[in-house]
Nanobody, 128 residues
Framework: QVQLVESGGGLVQPGGSLRLSCAAHRFTLDYYFIGWFRQAPGTEREGVSCISSSDGSTYYADSVKGRFTISIDNAKNTVFLQMNSLKPEDTGVYYC?????????????????????WGQGTQVTVSS
């Protein structure tokens, strides 16, 4: 069974950094889109960033551009989200998800409806 395991969340002060990991188990990330999403209490889940394992193309929500960096380590079958200059509004549960795009189709990598498999999430709290 496909499994995604997030880690790296925690409590950090504003301006600090965290690196989240999303490890894939029982399948490889080749040819997948991998996305990071977050959800704060009382809000809808929003797309943060995504990466194509096929060509390495990346996408970011405007709210995190210049502060977050997504990357993939194919040898470790893991996707990372480096989060710098964190703000209180970055607080939430962060989830990773994957989808295997149908060849020839275009997907919106920041739309959670596109994704098939999800991890359990990791809590990020930015507070002084």
């Amino acid at each position: 069974q496909v499994q995604l395991v997030e880690s790296g969340g925690g409590l950090v002060q504003p301006g600090g950094s965290l690196r989240l990991s999303c490890a894939a188990h029982r399948f490889t990330l080749d040819y997948y889109f991998i996305g990071w999403f977050r959800q704060a209490p009382g809000t809808e889940r929003e797309g943060v960033s995504c990466i194509s394992s096929s060509d390495g193309s990346t996408y970011y929500a405007d709210s995190v551009k210049g502060r977050f960096t997504i990357s993939i380590d194919n040898a470790k079958n893991t996707v990372f989200l480096q989060m710098n200059s964190l703000k209180p509004e970055d607080t939430g549960v962060y989830y990773c998800a994957v989808v295997e795009p149908v060849p020839g189709t275009v997907i919106d990598g920041l739309d959670d409806a596109e994704y098939d498999f999800w991890g359990q999430g990791t809590q990020v709290t930015v507070s002084s």
